[in-house]
């Protein structure tokens, strides 16, 4: 059998059937390597220098022949061999492996257009996706093969670039020439290049507005246009005659680029510099609601509250986070006392240029919460782009008592145990008693009641449904709250409804689309749902919105990574976490699997004191997979591991 390196969107090996095929990451990144190789071979020497470096010469060697006997082990399964082994020498067998590759003097034979179509598809995606290497060989390498690919993009453009007969052809030159312009905005040769294609077409006019239609689609909550509009789109106006306007089009392509990126904002905690404690309470519960609620927007992304906070206490790396993060605005607040008045200060700072778009002073007063919640959100979405819709806020005729009770329940849910719990349902179950439609207090009585169930771990089932039931009358009070789907997804998935779980988190997802804690729960239940690949992918979007992300993301990031085989992948996401010891389970099962049986007996022996009565079986059970084969991998770890 066949199978197909895929490197472009994210690095995988897929069989004939487009169907993703289990295989060590290390082991994937070498086959890559290898595939740029002279003769496709390589020695062990430089293979380890690859993957991790010049650091230990010994000690690389060492892992990349556990790595080989893993890729060995592997290809026993498959009943292939990808990789063969001589001696020193590692080489690919490319009678049993291709790939997506772009290489030099690949396809040369195919016709110019058809070519380019190829590329273009291929460039619209990431060039390997998020991978665990660092070393400076590997970085080197993957400078190389995106300079390769410009290089290849230009020399296919130019090929094609007379020979677009048909509207589908001239777009597919568009097409190219962006992708190429954003890569190397600022070479002469390049510009000089693109104004021909877009002047012979006599489309720079129609660029401009294909440009301004997507800005505005963006900026409406729509999805963007990929592509023209038909006729509706073109200009009326012909096309400027002369190169020089024809060079001013291409110059401004790249202003209209940044445009078009969908703006990134940072709500930071409140400093305090008021003597009553309180205050500050209120106001980061009110400052973290803001944030939620711009994640619903489609034309405006959110750092999650969770890094906001942890970036917010770490002054002196905030401008390296806000530029690595690509930060455009970041809303600073500041709580202070005005006489006998406590209040809020809020300015937005457009980052790029360290410019305050917008600044204003707020009341802390409980019953003045609501109204400036409002107002701070609408003048944040104002500021940010005129034509963002409204931000639909709560209710309008909901009591300002109820939504206090709601921020103070709030914040007893940032720390997942039983007494916070029931603090939280307490304020809830008061914000409700005057405010009985209020959404998102109703969520929120669903996540104390679903989370119960999962610290108490005694199956009670009425706990799962008081939080099913919670969860509906929030989605029948207010059908476009994100957290009202959540909820009911997190309730069905525990009480093993995969389907209606997975189906619910899907229109949560569509319903806030930049709301990581969403995506991470979506992905969660894919887990359970026995779809780590895709969970995968949604998990891995969740850290990108919420880069300072909790523990959660990374146990779930680690259990897709276990069922898709990636072992060394699930330690390394277990790794990344705060308290490791959370998942020790995972650690070992990992561990076990990976032959390091001295390494997993240390995690079981760890969780066994703080369980002593834990049963496999037992737990298996209660735990929520939707394939045996999900289970029966797991159950393997775990009993490998000596549980």
Not at 171 to 197: C, G, H, N
Not at 363 to 381: G, N, P, T, Y
Request: glycine share 4%; proline share 4%; hydrophobic share 40%.
């Amino acid at each position: 059998m066949t199978f197909i390196l895929k490197t472009f969107g994210s690095l995988q090996l897929v069989d004939r059937s487009g169907n993703p095929v289990a295989f060590p990451e290390k082991g994937l990144l070498l086959l890559a390597y290898l595939f740029t190789a002279d003769q496709g071979a390589a020695d062990r020497s430089t293979l380890a220098r690859f993957l991790w470096g010049e650091a230990d010469k010994s000690a690389s060697l060492s892992t990349l022949r556990k790595v080989i006997s893993r890729i060995n082990a592997r290809q026993a399964e498959l009943g292939v061999n990808l990789l063969a082994l001589q001696a020193n020498l590692v080489s690919l067998n490319r009678e049993t492996l291709s790939s997506d590759l772009l290489l030099p003097g690949q396809g040369e034979d195919a016709e110019p257009l058809v070519r380019l179509e190829h590329v273009v598809k291929l460039m619209n995606q990431p060039f390997l996706g998020p991978v665990n290497c660092h070393s400076r060989e590997f970085q080197r390498w993957l400078a190389e093969r995106e300079s390769c690919h410009v290089e290849l993009l230009g020399n296919t453009l130019r090929a094609a670039s007379g020979l677009a007969r048909s509207r589908r052809e001239s777009e597919l030159l568009r097409k190219a020439a962006v992708i190429l312009f954003r890569t190397e905005p600022k070479d002469p040769d390049t510009l000089q290049m693109l104004i021909p294609i877009f002047q012979a077409e006599e489309e720079v006019e129609h660029l401009r507005d294909h440009f301004e239609k997507r800005q505005n689609s963006i900026l409406r909550g729509i999805a963007v246009l990929d592509g023209a509009d038909g006729g509706d789109g073109r200009s009326s106006r012909p096309a400027p005659a002369s190169a020089r306007e024809g060079h001013e089009a291409a110059l401004s392509l790249e202003a209209e680029r940044i445009r078009l990126e969908i703006p990134r904002l940072v709500l930071l905690p409140p400093k305090s510099q008021s003597i009553r404690p309180e205050a500050g309470f209120l106001a980061a519960s009110l400052v973290e609601d803001i944030t939620i609620g711009f994640c619903a927007f489609n034309s405006l992304q959110v750092i999650a509250p969770y890094s906001a906070v942890l970036i917010g206490h770490h002054t002196e790396t905030q401008k390296a986070f806000f530029e690595r993060q690509k930060v455009n605005y970041i809303l600073d607040t500041r709580i202070s006392n005005a006489g006998d008045e406590v209040t809020l200060f809020a300015q937005l700072i457009f980052f790029d240029q360290n410019q305050i778009v917008w600044a204003e002073r707020f009341s802390l007063d409980h019953m003045e919460l609501l109204k400036d919640r409002r107002a701070v959100a609408r003048q944040i979405a104002l500021s940010v782009s005129s034509e963002i819709e409204r931000h639909e806020a709560l209710r309008e005729d909901l009591n300002p008592v109820a939504y206090h009770r709601y921020l103070v329940g709030r914040r007893h849910l940032a720390r997942l145990t039983l007494p916070n719990l029931r603090r939280a349902r307490k304020e809830m179950k008061a914000a409700l008693s005057v405010s009985p439609d209020f959404a998102p207090a109703l969520s929120s009585m669903a996540r104390t009641y679903s989370k119960e169930w999962l610290l108490t771990a005694r199956g009670d089932i009425e706990l799962l449904k008081t939080a099913e039931t919670s969860s509906r009358q929030a989605i029948e009070k207010r059908s476009d709250f994100a957290d009202g789907y959540r909820e009911f997804g997190v309730a069905k998935l525990l009480q093993g409804a995969f389907d209606e779980s997975a189906e619910a988190m899907e229109v949560a997802e569509n319903l806030a689309p930049h709301y990581a804690d969403v995506i991470a729960d979506y992905a969660d239940t894919l887990v359970h749902c026995s779809l780590p690949a895709m969970a995968l992918r949604k998990i891995e979007r969740a850290i990108e919105l919420n880069p300072l992300a909790p523990d959660t993301y990374f146990w779930t990031a680690a259990g897709a990574n276990y069922a898709l085989g990636e072992f060394e992948s699930s330690l390394d996401y277990i790794g990344q976490m705060a308290d490791s010891s959370l998942a020790d389970r995972l650690s070992a099962a990992s561990c076990a699997m990976l032959g390091r049986h001295d390494k997993a007996r240390v995690f079981v022996r760890r969780f066994r004191e703080a369980n002593p009565d834990f049963d496999v079986d037992k737990w298996l059970s209660a735990v929520p997979s939707k394939e045996q084969w999900h289970k029966d991998l797991y159950r393997e770890g775990l009993k490998k591991a000596g549980f």
